[in-house]
């Protein structure tokens, strides 16, 4: 049987101070220690347990070992046998003891559901990544700094000393799959030692205490296609976190936003500008230019008679479509503007002109006027 975690046979968090670990271990000691429960091996195996766990985790240096290495700490230090079992008992514990290796805490991540081997896969990475919508229109190749873990130097990932290697797994004797007697059945599970490979470490590297990977901080360049739009995620396959100890690594999820842009209002592949024009332009009409992403310029042509709010269409001038040779198209809203502040021959001028104005001047309120009076005369 697999060797539980100390914290977990006492019922407290890793990080508890020695004041919660000795209650815990009372209450714990008093429900199951065998005076109080005769004749009851479950309650004897529990009580054994629960020595076990409080005998290492109440000495510092113990603890500080349990917390690097897990159940592997006390194999090589001649595994001293916790105080207080008999001599039947000590000799099957270092049994347990010289089975156990590469039990480390904290290990994997990802739980994947494929057995074992999930527990040594490296996490997944998320990273945010801000861009401008001129380099979403150029596409772009951007160098992101990533802090990760990355596989160790030292040991090559493998988690071993180096000049160490691995021994075949006592637990499972190399098969990487245990039998447990449940009731009538027999469950067959992935070695809880060696985590389904059948091989543990001889002795743990110590530059990454065994992980086979360590907090590193890693450069990667993203290719930005173009087009691309906001909210996209790009995957990079197996640049996420290392594996533990050689196990594949976790996927890089790079999550792409766009910047708002002081012109451009971006609706899929298509812009749009809202640009001011002069009330005489939108009268008589006219021509200006407008910046364009490909660092050109447009031409809007105004026809005469434009109204506040008309839309100019500029084929192609748009966003490029992912993976097409396409472009959206660049819609410029055309904002009429009306002057203030007016010199005084500007004033006679526009008083002149009013004088002048006649009902085709201007249609949409010839329209407008016409339902008023409809509805005045009833
Ligand atoms: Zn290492
Ligand atoms: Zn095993």
Known sequence: ?????FYEVLGVPKGSDDAALKSAYRKLAMQYHPDRNPGNDEAEHKFKEISEAYDTLKDPQKRAAYDRFGHAAFEQGGGRGPAGFGPEFSSSMSDIFEDIFGDFMGGGGGGRGRG????????????????SLDEAFTGQTVDID???LAACDTCEGTGAKPGTGMSTCRHCNGQGKVRAAQGFFTIERTCPVCNGRGQILEQPCTDCGGQGRRQQNRTLSVDIPKGIEDG??????????AGLRGGPPGDLYIFISLKPHDLFHRDGADLYARVPIAMTTAA?????EVPTLDAARARVKVSPGTQPGQRVRLKGKGMPILRSKDFGDLYVQLDVETPQSLTKRQRELLEEFDRESTQDNSPTSDGFFDKLKKMFEG
């Open 116 to 131: 074992g081997q999930s527990r040594l896969r490296g996490s997944d990475l998320r990273y945010n990544l801000e861009i």
């Open 284 to 288: 008589l009409g006219g021509e200006f």
């Open 146 to 148: 990533v802090p990760t």
């Open 232 to 241: 996209t995620r790009i995957r990079l396959a197996n640049e996420g976190e």
């Open 1 to 5: 049987m697999a060797k539980r975690d």
